[in-house]
């Protein structure tokens, strides 16, 4: 069975509008939180168990937390991540269209608890829509006085994956090209202009209000708690899916955290023409993919990790028994060679290389070395580089391979 918050008024057809959001109790949890002290809701949403949903995982509590206090720090901001370019993921774009409400309420409410006065949505320059609504929301919500002292500007990528990623958005917003910083100092202590910054992608903050209604332990509660026994820290709450591939009813599904993968790819129609499933990725192009067998993994941070694999942003791509896990993987590693930014050798010339190798392979001239060197390469690249993209152009193919070694094997001589 789904669990519905952020996606369970979806069926208002004007549910973009402030009236109907409002009508359906929006702006409640900003009221409250303004009668809170910024400390008051922090530990609030640290209760909840709220992880970032924008590929990380990182808890959201935990993160705000590493802010330097405001009397030493008084310029400071909050970014809301829309840059979502992960392929297979489409969300926040949903999120956005039907309910910008939500996250505005969410912005207002981060930039209440870290205390920021300058807000700022950073969204994919591609995403024409959302914008438009977006902008016409927050001049709503500005007409309304519900933003208060707090200033919200939308700004608008330029279009390069790397930009959603925190660091390198920070770089973009301030008019350079998009390299990725090398943390320490993480971005809550040196970010957009050299302020403490919280970034935070959409649906995560689109899940605040709520929160502050309902309270941390209803939303903990929601999902799946902490193993303290084991270590695992837990997911609160629920996430929101991208179902593509091939299945019947590709779309946006919501699921409480540790939902079986399986009903998610039920939601979803099932496989399409009856076929079975092979491989799913399941949080995003970037992800090392499940096996038909681990379709009962529970889908949240700890759990997927367990497997090998990771929630990401959730973006589930299903794929059928009909297709070739090393296309799969070109198809990919193609996709990171065009959006690598270039600053790390490795990521920059690997990703390359792996492209390069597995498409020769793909047209019959594959060689006795490609295997192996596929490997190499890949574990030359991750974990020597500055960024997550480089970490993942090594992970790809490697991912594939281990899983179903006999669709890289039939393309290289015996
Ligand atoms: C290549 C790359 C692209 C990313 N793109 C996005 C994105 O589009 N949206 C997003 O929220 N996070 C993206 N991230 C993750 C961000 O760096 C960051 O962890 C996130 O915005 C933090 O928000 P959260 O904690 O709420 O998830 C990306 C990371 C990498 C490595």
Redesign the pocket.
Known sequence: MSTKILTQHFNEPKLHELATYRKLGGYKGLEKALKMKPAEIAAEVAKSNL????????P?GG?WSTMPPADKAPERYVVA??????PGCFK?RVLGERAPHQIIEGLLIAAHAVSAEWAFIFI?GEYGIPFKILEKAIAEADEAGLTGKVRVRLMRGAGA??C????A?LETMEGKKAWPRQPPPFPTVVGLMGQPTV????E??AMLPHIIVNGGDWFAKLGVLPNPEKKLPGSGGTAVYSVSGDVEKPGVYEFAMGAPLRAIIDAAGGVRGGRKVKAVIPGGA?TPPLSASELDTPMDFDSLRSVGSFLG?GGVIVLDETRDMSEVAHNIERFLAHESCGQCTPCREGSEWTTRILGRMLEGKGTSGDLPNLQRIGENITGKVI???GD?VGMVTRGFMKKFPDDFKSKVPA
Do not use: P
């Open positions: 992880r970032g949903l924008g590929g990380a995982g990182f959201v993160k991540n829309y840059d979502e370019s992960e926040d994919r994956y790397i959603g990623l925190d660091t958005l970034v935070n992608n959409v995560t903050l970037s942003a960024c997550a993209l993942t």
